[in-house]
């Protein structure tokens, strides 16, 4: 008696049509994911700036975001939802519309994240997840920088004159972690030629063969290596390093960046001013 081909068995022909159709769906999603992410970018008059985000597997949490504001402010997001893959990626559509809503409603940085906590926190909590988020609110036109953080990485301030250090420090804690939390502010000015470099820890933790990290002081060496490079340069610049360093080894965890450039504008303050903001200013309180 004769045995049916592979292609011919009733029984294995439903789950290689399953097995199809879910990765077709997989691949459906990391487009959209993809279009969310890697979309349009404000136009700007003077200054620059771009996002990048690559995920380690063939969708993932890490997250970037511009909202133009109607004075012409750009808010910027960037975040790092805790796993991988797609129950991460399902989390960062959350996050995304959290933001998305939030950005239309609040004043400042401080009072979106706070916004953003108060709709995330009892799925984040039920799920035993939380995301780390750092916000900035960015006006091309004064280089006035003011933001908060949600447990983010800090961002790197890379001056015109060759020097990068951190932006001044800030904490708070991730979204999803504790329900009516505030989040302070803190406002700088950058200068004409500053770029600020967000990014998330796939970055300074990508792995090279031996399991030697890229670290932060990597990741410093290459933005000094190119200070005169447009951001969407130095963008594939640290890609290229990260890159050459791992050796091909496979990706761990997304990749995320956000580079803004200061253009002139107009000549503003370099003072720093701290503010707390409250729950009650942007939401209803929990109950």
Not at 28 to 56: M, Y
Request: hydrophobic fraction near 35%; glycine fraction near 8%.
């Amino acid at each position: 008696m004769s045995t049916p081909h592979a292609d011919q068995d009733p029984v294995r022909r439903p789950i290689e049509e399953l097995e199809k159709t879910l990765k077709r769906e997989i691949y459906q999603a990391r487009n959209i994911q993809n279009r969310l992410l890697n979309g349009k970018k404000p136009t700007l008059s003077d200054g620059e700036i771009t996002g990048k985000s690559i995920p380690a597997r063939v969708i993932g949490g890490d997250y970037f975001d511009f909202y133009t504001l109607p004075e012409g402010t750009i808010r910027i997001v960037i975040g790092d939802v805790m796993g991988k893959g797609i129950p991460a990626a399902m989390l960062m559509i959350l996050t995304r519309g959290a933001f998305r809503s939030a950005a239309g409603k609040t004043k400042t940085p401080g009072e979106t994240l706070t916004a953003m906590n108060q709709a995330l926190y009892e799925d984040f909590r039920s799920l035993s997840s939380f995301v780390t988020v750092f916000c900035a609110d960015w006006n091309p036109a004064t280089n006035e920088f003011v933001y908060a953080n949600a447990g983010h990485t800090l961002p790197l301030l890379l001056k015109a004159n060759k020097e990068v250090k951190e932006v001044p420090k800030l904490n708070g804690v991730m979204l999803g972690g504790l329900y009516g939390q505030t989040y302070e502010e803190r406002r700088i000015h950058i200068e004409a030629g500053d770029k600020v470099f967000f990014y998330t820890d796939g970055i300074i933790e990508a792995e090279n063969k031996n399991g030697v990290q890229f670290t932060r002081d990597r990741l410093i060496d290459v933005l000094l290596s190119h200070p005169a490079q447009s951001v969407t340069e130095m963008e594939q610049s640290v890609i290229d390093a990260v890159q050459a360093f791992t050796e091909g080894m496979p990706q761990k965890d997304d990749i995320t960046m956000v580079i803004v450039r200061a253009g002139y504008g107009i000549q503003g303050c370099s003072r720093e001013t701290v503010t707390s903001v409250e729950p009650s200013k942007v939401g209803n309180q929990h109950e």
